[in-house]
């Protein structure tokens, strides 16, 4: 009895073994993660001075400020003054300023289909108070010739709420500072700036605009040099929060066994909104809801997603979040998400949310060779009337295991990019991975989408069930050979 105790442990003990070391040979077929950072800027020498070969014949800056941040867009007819072909042209912004740009992009005005101009943050002096954005024409601008250009760009945490601090229902202000000159490295011969706002309760402002509505209009001027500023502000009601994700992480997971699209976003959110004067109060908060009137606190997010979406599932810190409605049909489908409290000014708010789709929505497989293509919007986000700004955004593809010769194509400016192997339940090598790294995103990402294209060879799809299958028979085969040995001790003849 006693030896076969033993001979039943020693089985037991080499059995063991044999699966340590099949799911060691497993593991160890990984590969190293493979990165290519890319450079946000580049750095002149300390002495820079933009050229002036340009000049500014008619230019018209509109500024955006119906949401919680700040959007600009400047129309401006450019001369070439020099006599050669030149295709460098600079926009100065503040240092403070500039830490903050996000969507900086610049096309021709008069050919708005063509792509984006090639455009690059450039660096000559860490202390200096005017940094500069270098924008390449596609076409060298001819001597005396002329090109129309839009420029586009948002910049967040610009604008201040006034007072600091208010009463639970009182109205919120925010005070919004520039120049009324249009910020230029060149000379400008005629100008003038557009603000548009979301209400007409203005209180204050400087200057002498011109008014009419929500709009006002300051010029227009004539010639100003390179460089000019002329500081004005104004102060207009906001009563709506002023939403901000300091850190927002993505994750899009492509199952092609399952055919099965998975969305998780996860959320650092606070409202950058005027602060409570007082402690809040819920039996106030609880009284005024049954009309709904405006405040500056958070009350819901609504997130539309992509129809035929599925299961969705809302969680936070203490766990699942029940205040939520879906919403599904052939037409639409809708999410809207009550988090535990209203989130006021200086409040934080951390969730994650996700749900399911259908791959075949979203990926195309091309007639020849092993390619994939997929289109996936670069975000999904809330889709709020007082705007959403993203100050860090890291999205990963997740892609299939064995994908290879991965290229993309962002909508977004990035500020670094990477291919790297994620590990999950029962992978062998791991499944390639792609990440995206952007700052200063603002809500209008939502309508563009990201393309991602991959091979995906006949024999990768079948790379897992075939090394489990491999793996479990090597120990069962192990097991077996081990337990054909006669580890007895013989009796003595």
């Known amino acids: 009895m006693a030896r076969d105790l033993r001979r039943l442990s020693i089985m037991r003990l080499f059995t063991i073994a044999a699966a340590c070391l099949a799911l060691f040979c497993i593991a160890c077929g990984a ?5 290519t950072p890319l450079s946000s800027h580049q ?15 008619n230019l018209l800056r509109n500024i955006n400020l119906e949401k919680g941040y700040v959007k600009e867009t400047v129309n401006v007819i450019i001369e070439n003054t020099d006599t050669n072909a030149q295709d460098t042209y600079f926009i100065p912004f ?4 500039i830490a903050n740009l996000g969507g900086l992009e610049v096309r021709d005005k008069k050919d708005p289909e063509k792509p984006a101009f090639v455009s690059e943050v450039v660096e000559y002096d860490p202390y200096s108070p005017t940094q500069f954005h270098r924008v390449t024409l596609p076409t060298p601008l001819a001597p005396s010739a002329q090109q129309t250009l839009s420029i586009n760009y948002h910049i967040l945490s610009a604008l201040t709420p006034l007072p600091a601090t ?7 202000y925010l005070v919004h500072t520039f120049s009324t000159y249009s910020p230029s490295a060149y000379v400008t011969e005629k100008q003038k700036t557009k603000i548009k706002f979301q209400t007409t309760n203005i209180p204050d402002h400087t200057g002498d605009p011109e008014r009419q509505g929500t709009t006002f209009t300051y010029g227009p001027y004539g010639s100003t040099p390179a460089g000019a500023e002329q500081e004005a502000s104004v102060r207009y009601e906001f009563t709506k929060p002023v939403i901000h994700v300091t850190l927002l992480e993505r994750d899009i997971e492509i199952s092609q066994w399952g055919g099965n699209l998975a969305t998780e976003e996860r959320y650092w959110l606070t409202n950058k909104g005027a602060h409570l004067t ?13 009309y709904s009137p405006p405040t500056s606190a958070l009350r819901e997010l609504n997130i539309p997603l992509q129809v035929g979406s599925l299961d969705p599932y809302f969680t936070d810190d203490i766990g699942n979040v029940s ?7 052939l037409r639409e489908a809708n999410l809207v998400l009550k988090p535990r409290y209203p989130v006021f000014g200086g409040w934080k708010y951390s969730f994650r949310v996700g749900w399911s789709a259908n791959l075949k929505s979203f990926l195309r497989t091309l007639q020849t060779g092993d390619g994939q293509v997929l289109k996936v919007p670069f975000l999904e986000g809330p889709k709020m009337g007082e ?3 993203y100050e860090k955004v890291d999205l990963r593809v997740i892609l299939p295991e064995g ?22 339940f029962m992978d062998t090598l791991g499944r390639t991975t792609l990440k995206l790294t952007a700052m200063n995103v603002v809500d209008e990402a939502r309508d563009k989408d990201l393309i991602v294209t991959y091979d995906y060879p006949f024999i990768a799809a079948y790379r897992k069930p075939i090394t489990i299958f491999a793996g479990v028979m090597a120990v069962f085969v192990t097991a077996w050979g081990i337990g054909r040995l006669d580890v007895s001790i013989a009796k003595p003849s």
């Open 43 to 57: 750095i002149l020498p300390d002495n820079f001075k933009p050229p002036q070969v340009f000049k500014n014949i």
């Open 94 to 97: 503040k240092a403070e300023a």
């Open 403 to 424: 994908a290879t010769n991965v290229k993309y194509q962002s909508p977004v400016p990035l500020v670094a990019s990477e291919v790297s192997l994620h590990k999950t």
């Open 323 to 329: 205040t939520s409605r879906f919403r599904s049909n």
């Open 31 to 35: 590969e190293p993660n493979l990165t």
């Open 387 to 389: 705007g959403i700004s």
């Open 278 to 290: 007082n402690q809040f109060s819920r039996v106030e908060w609880a009284r005024t809801q049954h």
């Open 166 to 172: 208010i009463n639970q229902q009182d109205k919120q």
